[in-house]
């Protein structure tokens, strides 16, 4: 037998259900499973995704066996509506048709609808006699000559809306509805002449070659640009396919007993539980979302400021509504799931066209789910899946109101979510001057961001970059910060020197108002209201529920007591990385940092890091005394000395005279610094080999504020010293060797001691390759892991991610890689290494070899996904992403 | 029973052999070997290794047992001795004992010897009365004193000497022979009240504590600062231990019928098959080397121009030499090897001391090796054993004239072998101009170099860098080119501006004769006159036999038809890498290159790319007319663009003139393309997906040259294509679709067809790991691969070759790093993912993917061992390297 291609849905004969969403797409699974469940839905059949997936490996041919089957199942659909005898292409009594496209998952930008098919110049005076309604005929037919010629023929819509207008102009009305017999009849000579002038062919006659055009548009739209766009914004396999349904018309607009609409069964943007949807009494489907005519309230709760005045659907036609309801409460509990329905009424009866789950924000998702567990529709591991972490984002930051205007003038990446409004500044000192003395809000402007913008990026609401990726350095630091930040933003130019930006030749000056939407990557003229959303007993209902499951913890990176305290509350574990250096750029700080780096003997260096010993020492203890009681790891200075070195010619005449020194000398000292690949060079754990005084001062100051925490208020810190960069076993065993000497030396000045751990970051595809050396207690003696993902993966691809940007659009747009590899763990390449890394040190030193995830991808869900499959023991991100992060890893366990 | 610790050789009773060198040392395996053949040996006995290893396990104790077997193996050295009645301790007839260390492995700079050891004022007497000779037993005690407090005691000899030559002076005698009786005695007081001085102690008088603290001095000096730096430098394991050899004396310098002499069983510096050796009459052996006395020839054929009036061994003790002539004949056909012989004639009875495999020139072990498969000593795989592949590089190339003197003014990496001598300039296109208009020989000295210097370093005799490391581009460029090439000498100080070189204060300008030495990283002022080697008939036969045994095949990196032309001479199979962006630099071709480079559009791209299509065609038909009947692999453009523009502001403004734009447009372009991490940048195949163009110029050319080829000479092409920088399969099969393609395309332009081939460069970690994807016919289809070693050195180390010079030194010396990574294979890294790319590559495409390494480890003779182990169909390597690698992989398959 061959492959069956066609199935059929209706009272009788029902060949699909709601599980086969891959075969029959969401649409024909919800038709067949609806027909299950013997509601009123009107006849028809579902072409299979196969058939999809066979056109495109066929050179766009279907299968041999398609029109015998697509005709029985017409003839099925026929036999359903016997006792209205209507059949397919038939003149005298005119069975019509709807062609929709549904594929396995919602795919915006491809061939919607084709409603009334079947119609020709026959078959109008057959559906006129038996609807005893000429106008409502010609208008079905006008509209399906209009909507067929526009998807299917490719006849641009606006030359039949001129037609249109034209007419109304002519008749001197201004609705459609207004439009008569003969005007109708009228237009569709008109639609069909337009259509013989911009196809060259006239319109289509036959039903069967207008059926098999539809279908044919359908599946031609699944590679159409809009689609392939969607599907990549959206990580969708363009293997999938999508499904065709055909099924039999029923009528909106047969007369004022008639009607179409859509509801929701709860209120998709707060989640209450109420029954909530419009509709419009003689209508046709896209009349309700065409926004021509108001919709009406379908009932008292659905009434709003622009409804408020029309008669609700429970009035109009009570016992329509009646059955309504009693249908959407059927679905609802059916499903178990907030549906979004849409229905039609003819003559007094009510058919469903469809139901699906409800699109909702996320307020709406956690309510409805916290909802629904109480009203024990579902269970609380089932409400944990309902809820998306990325959508969990939104929620924690602040966002545009909906409902605000905006002047969108660029787009950007969004790489730091939340909205923010401020004057645009160019210059991390005015930004901070700003702010301190004239109290402003701020939007730091720069081409990239350097550690030397720190202060600016601090005191800024916003950060906006022309160049950089996601985990640039603008961006990793403002994900840090919790700031919101548009990044790698290509059409402005900007001039540090005029203080001005570019945006397609508009030119804005510093000091106007700017809002930014690091959610969407949005750059706006002006100031554009915000709403900060409220965390609701809900929304911790939920999270209780994800603890409750997940087997991963989750810590935050944090570098400041601040970042720790925001953390803690949105349910930290403990402190995943903590960046040392990022507490050297306070400016009383920088310069004895620059003294240390241009000191000329160890001995000078060991000067100049005795002035900052006190304040790391400082840091520390805040840290400690926030997170007490749970585990605080500490990498030790990481970045290239440069880093922290002035590159501007006044700042280093500036910093030669504080140091006495000839601006030449300092010049020449700078350059020997230069390297050409930083993050090749001499960084991290490399720091530590050249001048274990810096690792030792770091190390002094960790352990003596623990010592400290535990003498005055007998907490105990739990600091993890984390060496960067190792690439093998010896690196770490001579640093730590010094270390745990310095550590020793506290203990006994201080009379006191404390625990510590001493492990390493897998940063680099060596140290994950001889991952077992690493961690042998008589080698490297790692006693934790945490995979530094951004490096590692910078590594494994040879790419910088500081550079990238300028070709990986290129790479996206070519469909060579299908994101920016730093966004999620890449689990074919860096996910390998993170999993041998993981084997080889769990077999050396057993299942408690703590091991973690530290990189920006430590809050990305499908990263967090995947760190569980490998058994890590945490994730950590930054503050904001924690709740994310509980409720993927909760997710995770649940897969 | 108790471990055995102590090993005694004697006639009587022998109780190890020469197989036991790990145990007893290479000069204590040897005394027993020799012994079990019956030489003429002292008795004495070996402290084992094992010994060392439990001096320095045990806080440098000995074990229990030792005190116990030393004095079982000190009764036994008397009994082989009996006829004497010498005991050791015996005031009377004293047994005096020599002390040598002695390794697994030839260790100079450990403690090496203390002859006479017994002697104190008590046995001097029974010394005097056995010998019947005071001069020379007083001559014995005084040379005892002077070593033993030298080596063991750590007094400095200086002190001693200058005390002898006082006496001397004090006696009005010249030579130390002169010496009377009554002067050596006061001497020996005069030296113990030195010990006295400058160790506070008395010297030791009890012959059990001599030997026991000479004991302890060999131990002790296996540690020592001299032995470390030569273990670090020749990459010999501290674990191994030293034993301590101890032997009862000889003595040489008993009278006019005594002598001892050193001497090999071939010429050492030709491999002539003479023997030739040196003695003295009346001295012991540290007089031969010490060069008071012109040694004597031992023989006719030992006669030289200093030596030439001094009657021979031969003449002077004819009975004694017959003996030795015998007993060299025995060691060589024993040993099967050149040997390096001590002897020590006493009253006219002939002593072997010592034998070991000689050390030899390059030339020698060749014609050795050769010379002794055609005696049938040895077999044709132990000859090509025999010879140490980087020995056969220094006689690829010039070396200094060993008799010449030279002023050595600073040292710095041997970047590339060879010696040259040339005028310094410090500009490439001076270097040009004198090449080219004054026929001059010029060094090119540059802090460091870049793809810019090209022209300056192709005519330029050597190269010099300030900085960088053994791969820095300087090093990199100079080896393929085959120049001589000292980078990173950290002592230069140059200065562009004034055309001067400052090395430790003395300055040099511009045109000053210098030489540099390659092979030893030495920078000479002035002229040195250097020696061209040839290549000999045993050099080719030896060769010829390694091709015969090796699996691995041998290419060559080449980019010119002349490099092609060397390689072939030298038994290159191919070409490994072809690196095309090499010959972009050619001054008139860098102009299109810019234009390509520079352009807003691929239009005006490809225009500048229909320039340089015939310039690449025609390099492409050289080198495929040079290779012809062998593969070439071509690797598409790898270099980011901006190394292609100038840097300097006079070189932008010109550039900007002949384009017609503005400075500043085009230092706004070049800004734009700058990088923070070109390494991890826009490069390699990243570029063939941004501008696919570039890319399709390249094919074109390399496809029309072979086409052109086959139909002018019908002779074929094998071109190989190879795709750089691949981290995805999707990179290369996108690639791979347009190149396609344009071979398509060109074949049916020129109606001919000729056989390529496209694969991929393996030199990023996700490379190596996603390999089976990469090889897989439906995906990536490499068809071959080669492993770029230096880029997947760097990344999987997260380390820049250009940058790590500043740090690496640190890192050898605290000895975290043995050496630096780029110069063997790190195969616990690197290794391992070449392994893993190797066997995911044939699981998926069979034994038939062909494998290979072009990065620089290809010349490596360790690396070549890896690649032979893990199965590589062959390595690619620099045309002057391609000896040494046939060799190095003719031994890897012995191995």
């Known amino acids: 037998m061959s492959k069956k291609y066609v199935y059929s849905f209706g009272q009788r004969k029902c060949e699909g259900d709601g599980s086969q969403k891959m075969l029959l797409g969401g649409k024909g699974a919800n038709l067949a499973e609806m027909m299950q469940m013997k509601l ?50 038939d003149a005298k009594n005119p069975l019509l048709v709807s062609v929709r496209s549904g594929a396995p998952v919602s795919m915006p930008g491809m061939m919607d609808t084709v409603l009334n098919l079947g119609l020709n110049d026959q078959s109008i005076q057959g559906l006129i006699e038996q609807s005893k309604d000429p106008r409502f005929s010609y208008d079905s037919y006008r509209r399906f000559i209009m909507m067929y010629s526009d998807v299917v023929l490719g006849v641009n819509t606006s030359f039949f809306e001129t037609a249109l207008e034209e007419k109304k102009l002519d008749m001197g009305v201004e609705l459609d509805t207004e439009l008569d017999v003969d005007s109708l009849k009228s237009l569709v000579k008109t639609f069909k002449s337009i259509v013989l002038e911009h196809t060259g062919k006239v319109f289509p006659e036959d039903p069967w070659d207008q059926l098999w055009g539809a279908v044919g548009a359908v599946f031609g739209s699944w590679k159409n ?10 990580g969708i396999s363009e293997e999938i396919g999508t499904a065709v349904n055909v099924q039999a018309m029923v009528y909106g607009n047969m007369g004022d007993d008639c009607a179409t609409g859509v509801a929701f069964t709860r209120d998709p943007s707060t989640g209450e539980k109420k029954f909530f949807g419009e509709f419009l009494i003689n209508a046709q489907g896209e009349d309700v979302v065409a926004g021509i005519r108001t919709p009406q309230p379908i009932n008292q709760e659905s009434i709003n400021d622009s409804n408020k005045d029309l008669p609700t659907l ?35 009866k009510l058919f469903m066209l469809q139901t699906r789950n409800g699109k909702r924000t996320a307020a709406a998702a956690i309510k409805i789910a916290v909802d629904m567990v109480n009203e024990k529709l579902i269970d609380k591991k089932t409400a944990i899946s309902r809820v998306s ?22 787009k950007g990446l969004p790489a730091s979510p939340g909205a923010v409004s401020g004057k645009i500044v160019f210059d991390p000192d005015v930004a901070e001057k700003w702010v301190k003395e004239k109290n402003e809000k701020v939007i730091l402007v720069r081409i990239e961001t350097s550690p030397e913008d720190i202060h600016g990026m601090h005191v ?6 022309a160049r950089g990726g996601m985990t640039s350095h603008a961006a990793v630091v403002a994900r840090g910060m919790g700031k919101t930040c548009v990044a790698g933003c290509g059409a402005l130019k900007i001039s540090y020197e005029k203080k001005t930006l570019d945006v397609g030749g508009k030119i804005y000056q510093e000091g106007e108002w700017f809002t930014l939407d690091g959610t969407q990557g949005e750059v706006i003229a002006g100031k554009v209201e915000t709403v900060t959303p409220e965390l609701t007993g809900s929304f911790h209902e939920l999270m209780t529920w994800a603890d409750e499951v997940r087997k991963l913890k989750v810590r935050t990176n944090a570098d400041t007591p601040t970042d720790a305290k925001i953390a803690r509350k949105f349910g930290a574990e403990g402190i995943g990385l903590c960046r040392t250096e990022h507490m050297f750029f306070d400016p009383e700080r920088i310069e004895a940092v620059r003294h240390m780096i241009l000191a000329d003997s160890t001995k000078e260096r060991e000067n100049a890091l005795k002035k900052l010993l006190p304040m790391q020492r400082g840091d520390f203890y805040q840290l400690f005394q926030e997170m007490q009681g749970l585990p605080v790891t500490i990498r030790l200075l990481d970045p290239p000395l ?33 390297e050409f690949n930083p993050m090749l060079g001499h960084r991290g754990c490399r720091l530590g080999v050249s001048f274990p005084e810096i690792y030792k001062m770091q190390v002094r100051a960790i352990v003596e504020a623990a010592c400290e925490l535990k003498k005055k208020t007998s907490a105990v810190a739990e600091p993890e010293i984390m060496i960067p960069l190792i690439s093998d076993w010896k690196e770490l065993q001579y ?19 404390v625990p510590y751990t001493i492990g390493t970051m897998i940063e680099l595809p060596r140290a994950a390759l001889t991952a077992d050396k690493i961690t042998d207690p008589t080698l490297g003696n790692a006693e934790f892991f945490s995979f530094g993902t951004n490096d590692l993966t910078q590594t494994t691809y040879g790419l910088s991610r500081d550079d990238s940007a300028s070709f990986l659009g290129t790479y996206v747009e070519k469909k060579v890689f299908p994101t920016d590899p730093f966004v999620s763990i890449d689990t074919d390449g860096v996910g390998t290494l993170m999993k041998i890394a993981t084997d080889h040190g769990r077999k050396v030193r057993g299942p408690k070899l703590k091991v973690g995830i530290c990189g920006e991808q430590g809050g990305d869900p499908k990263s967090i996904h995947f760190c569980h499959s490998i058994g890590l023991d945490y994730v950590s991100c930054s503050p904001f992403r924690v709740p994310v992060a509980r409720l993927a890893a909760a997710q995770a366990t649940l897969k």
Chains 1, 2 share one sequence.
């Open 642 to 674: 440069h880093e922290f070195l002035p590159h501007k010619k006044e700042d280093m005449a500036s910093l030669a005279k504080e140091m006495d020194v000839s601006l030449e000398a300092l010049q020449r000292r700078t350059e020997s610094l230069h």
């Open 389 to 410: 972490p990325s959508q969990l984002d939104q929620l924690l930051h602040p966002r545009l109101d909906p409902k605000a205007k905006k002047d969108i003038i660029a």
């Open 225 to 234: 640009p809009r689609a392939n766009t969607y599907r990549r914004i959206n």
């Open 314 to 348: 429970e009035k109009t036609l009570p016992s329509a509504y009646k059955d309504l309801v009693a249908l959407y409460q059927k679905l609802e509990s059916h499903y178990k799931d907030m549906q979004d329905i849409e229905f039609t009424i003819q003559k007094g």
């Open 40 to 89: 009123p839905v009107p006849p028809g059949f579902t072409i299979s995704t196969e058939v999809c997936t066979h056109y495109y490996q066929n050179k766009k041919s279907y299968p041999e066996s398609l029109t015998t089957e697509v005709k029985a199942a017409v003839k099925q659909m026929e036999e359903e509506l016997a006792e209205t005898k209507m059949k397919f292409s």
């Open 735 to 753: 640093i730590r060797n010094y270390c745990e000497e310095e550590i020793k030396a506290v203990f006994s000045e201080m009379k006191v001691e």
């Open 460 to 465: 800024a609401e916003g950060i906006l970059t």
